[in-house]
């Protein structure tokens, strides 16, 4: 296997779907080529794990946030958030933003998250994990008003057209695409993967979700982001290990790792 360095920006490596093999997870990842990532948060209760999790290896990072449409008792304050990122190992804020697929939390209280997000994220100059689903014009609206722009940050699991992408690329937000940029039906989205530009290009791998072909249907898993890297690569008429220095140098560089 041919020596490159791939950065999965996010994944949720802590999730019980891991207990019986983390150690053997974080193997076959660096036996793949991919030797950074980032265990993203889906609610505060997570960040005690994440850090035990993050400092026990040297490549691993973490983030601080709660998820749009995860139910919680107490809403995640502006100052709550900054405490728990001031951590060394925490390198952005969220995931956050507006999820109106089969939403559980009401769409009002998911933009006030959203909003204290950012907030919080631009007091501690640290990027923002977005996630959107069904929700690009509002999602495009709080990221606006809020100004974004001033912290910047990541499109996480981009499944969005091209003029939605270019709305945030002009904010100053990268675009990472996960394992469904590589199912069949997803021309369009390729199309996307193909004109973002090199220095905003990001790859993930969602774990322990989103498997990519030819694993789809299986646990993802940090080592497939190895395949969503190959599609984007052909797509975009480079080498694999073209994508990969360009991918992880800008993800290093948006993390503030560089």
């Not at 999730?15 to 980032?38: C, P």
């Not at 993930?204 to 299986?218: H, I, N, S």
């Amino acid at each position: 296997m041919s020596q490159i360095a791939l950065f999965d920006t996010h994944c949720h490596v802590d999730f019980h779907h891991f207990d019986e093999d983390r150690d053997a997870v974080f193997s076959r990842m660096l036996a793949a080529g991919v030797t950074s990532a980032v265990a993203v948060a889906v609610e505060l209760e997570q960040v005690a794990r994440l850090i035990a999790l993050t400092e026990e290896r040297e490549r691993v990072w973490f983030s601080v946030g709660v998820h749009p449409n995860h139910e919680v008792e107490q809403e995640p304050a502006v100052d709550e958030l900054m405490r728990l990122a001031t951590h060394p190992r925490c390198v952005a804020i969220g995931e956050t933003g507006m999820d109106l697929f089969h939403h559980r939390v009401d769409p009002a209280m998911q933009e006030a998250r959203f909003r204290a997000h950012i907030r919080a994220a631009t007091a501690l100059a640290k990027p923002v994990i977005v996630h959107m689903r069904d929700a690009d014009e509002v999602t495009l609206r709080v990221m606006e008003e809020e100004n974004i722009a001033a912290c910047g940050g990541v499109m996480h699991c981009f499944s969005s057209s091209w003029p939605v992408a270019k709305r945030a690329l002009d904010m100053g937000l990268s675009i990472s695409f996960s394992g469904n940029v590589t199912f069949n039906r997803n021309v369009e989205l390729r199309e996307v993967a193909r004109m973002v530009p090199d220095d905003m290009l990001l790859v993930e791998t969602d774990a322990p979700y989103l498997a990519p072909m030819p694993m789809r249907g299986k646990r993802n898993e940090p080592s497939f982001v190895r395949h969503v890297a190959e599609c984007i690569a052909g797509v975009r008429g480079v080498s694999l290990a073209t994508l990969a220095e360009q991918t992880t140098a800008n993800a290093m560089r948006r993390f503030g790792l560089a």
